[in-house]
């Protein structure tokens, strides 16, 4: 009888320990219903092996290939416990995305670095912390709740919140293994989705090696091929880039001020040559993220077309690509390898009345202290470098999404972050997101109207603000713009809103982003400028 027993204690105890019997349990495991967030994360911590990668004091490097903006090319990836990430991706279209504990920052594809702040900074960590398992981080960089809403017998779903910030994402977590599948979150330009996979123990814990990221039907795809403990020295690569491109040249035999000229609108247009020819009128537009070409002078000048990328209008987003110029030249400066985007822009030459090219934006505001008076229609280039502000004084230029941004107030005693638009002939158009925090239509009388560019056209709201201030000067009763958005540019919850030419024609204007800062010389006495 005794026997028997045993017998049957050790045919259960090997049963126990088959293959299948891990399986059921694991399954069984799995299945069994979470109640706190705490046990969710206790689960995804054991699963990916968190204990071991935050073991990792030097940090890890990987590295391997990828599909970035629609081109093949090949990428690393080093990242530390304390969050610290340096994402190189090479290539024609590739950039240098860090961050150092402190300080965020970027390298383009031309080599010009730049420091990441508000929306780009908080992007760029997303990425970076949920590849890295920084997020898992007991004290991680996010708020983590339960989300029983998205919650199935699939998957567990995990909402985020940034400390300190506004990004805010959900993580989907599958059961049968718990480990992270999917992020999603509403971005400008739609639903963002982050996919990671092909998990695969390294180091004693489990790294996703394929991590894909898309929106708007465009998808980035990196794939890990190797995976090592990062050198101690390697530390020293987490810190900010500074070095900036040896790519503009400027002639001092030729003036400073350039061939301008101002639309009905209040737009300012400029005539540079592009590859030594010219192709129409530019808008200087300051809210531009890059340069543009319409395809039809990309065409007649033969550029190269290349890649693929979201381009986030006003009111919703576009798929473009890229076009390779040679040179562009504007007065007295060129700049060397300049790369468009290309955008149709048709609906700019039927407003304006004239052939409109292109538009010049960031990289050229990026190699350029640009001097701006609408009123006059004057455009004047100069070397940052060697540019002396006369009778006005430098305040602190911000960027958000590219764009630059300074602080400004308006009714109510309120402050905030605007961004400035030389390519808006708007006063202000207040962003969906402020509009509805601030409660900014309640009780006012307003009128139907609609705006129109990049990415469509949408309906929003006219009315008149109490006052609005900038760089010192009060704008009185100003007839001004309520944005509706829920996609695209004006849906950015990071700025309050977009200053334009109504307001911005009232001064002169020099903008120095080499330098991070701008300068407002008021031009005359304030007056009530019109909506458009």
Excluded at 207 to 222: C, D, K, L, Q, S
Excluded at 458 to 463: D, F, P, V, W
């Amino acid at each position: 009888m005794k026997t028997q027993t045993n017998l049957r204690l050790l045919l259960a105890l090997i049963l126990l320990a088959s293959p299948a019997a891990r399986a059921a349990r694991a399954q069984a495991a799995a299945a069994a219903p979470v109640t706190t967030v705490e046990e969710a994360l206790a689960r995804v911590r054991a699963a990916v092996g968190y204990e071991r990668l935050s073991a990792q004091k030097n940090g890890v490097t990987t590295e391997g290939a990828a599909r970035y903006r629609g081109l093949d090319t090949k990428h690393t990836f080093l990242f530390a416990p304390g969050g610290e990430f340096r994402h190189d991706i090479a290539g024609t279209l590739g950039v240098v995305t860090g961050f150092d504990g402190a300080t965020g920052w970027e390298v383009d594809w031309s080599g010009m670095p730049r420091r990441l702040e508000f929306q780009d900074l908080e992007n760029a960590q997303l990425g970076a912390w949920i590849h890295s398992g920084r997020w898992l981080a007991p004290d991680g960089p996010f708020a983590v709740r339960l989300d029983a809403s998205k919650t199935d017998d699939k998957q567990v779903a995990l909402g985020l919140a940034l400390k300190g910030g506004l990004l805010e994402a959900t993580v989907f977590v599958e059961r049968a293994t718990w480990l992270p599948k999917r992020v999603t979150r509403r971005v400008p330009a739609g639903e963002e989705v982050i996919e990671l996979s092909d998990y695969r123990e390294v180091l004693g814990f489990r790294f996703p090696h394929r991590y894909t990221r898309g929106v708007a039907g465009v998808t980035n795809v990196f794939e890990t091929r190797a995976v090592a403990p990062a050198d101690a020295p390697s530390r020293a690569l987490f810190a900010p880039v500074s070095k900036r491109p040896d790519d503009a040249r400027w002639d001092t035999s030729k003036p400073a001020r350039v061939e301008a000229r101002r639309t009905r609108s209040g737009h300012m247009l400029v005539r540079p040559l592009v590859n030594g020819r010219d192709v129409g009128w530019f808008v200087l537009d300051s809210g531009a993220g890059g340069m543009v070409i319409d395809p039809k002078a990309a065409d007649r000048l033969g550029l190269q077309a290349l890649g693929q990328v979201v381009a986030v209008g006003a009111f919703g987003m576009t798929k473009a690509r890229f076009r390779q110029g040679d040179a562009f030249e504007l007065g007295p400066l060129t700049i060397k390898g300049i790369r468009f985007m290309e955008l149709d822009l048709a609906f700019l030459t039927r407003s304006f009345g004239v052939d409109v090219g292109g538009i010049c934006g960031r990289d050229l505001f990026e190699r350029a202290a640009v001097e701006v008076v609408i009123a006059a229609e004057s455009v004047a280039l100069h070397d940052p470098a060697r540019y002396r502000l006369e009778r006005a004084s430098w305040q602190e230029l911000f960027f958000s999404g590219r764009n630059p941004a300074v602080r400004a107030r308006f009714e109510g005693d309120r402050e905030a972050l605007f961004k400035l638009d030389t390519g808006s002939d708007r006063t202000v158009s207040f962003h969906g997101p402020a509009v509805e925090l601030h409660g900014l239509l309640d009780g006012r009388e307003t009128r139907e109207s609609h705006s129109t560019g990049v990415g469509g056209s949408q309906a929003s709201r006219e009315g008149r603000l109490a006052w609005f201030e900038l760089a010192g000067q009060r704008f009185v009763s100003p007839e001004v713009e309520f944005a509706a958005a829920r996609e695209g540019a004006f849906s950015d919850a990071y700025t309050a809103g977009n200053i334009g030419a109504g307001f911005l024609r009232e001064f002169r204007i020099v903008f120095d982003y080499a330098n991070r800062r701008i300068a407002f010389e008021r031009l005359r006495a304030a007056r009530p400028p019109a909506a458009r």
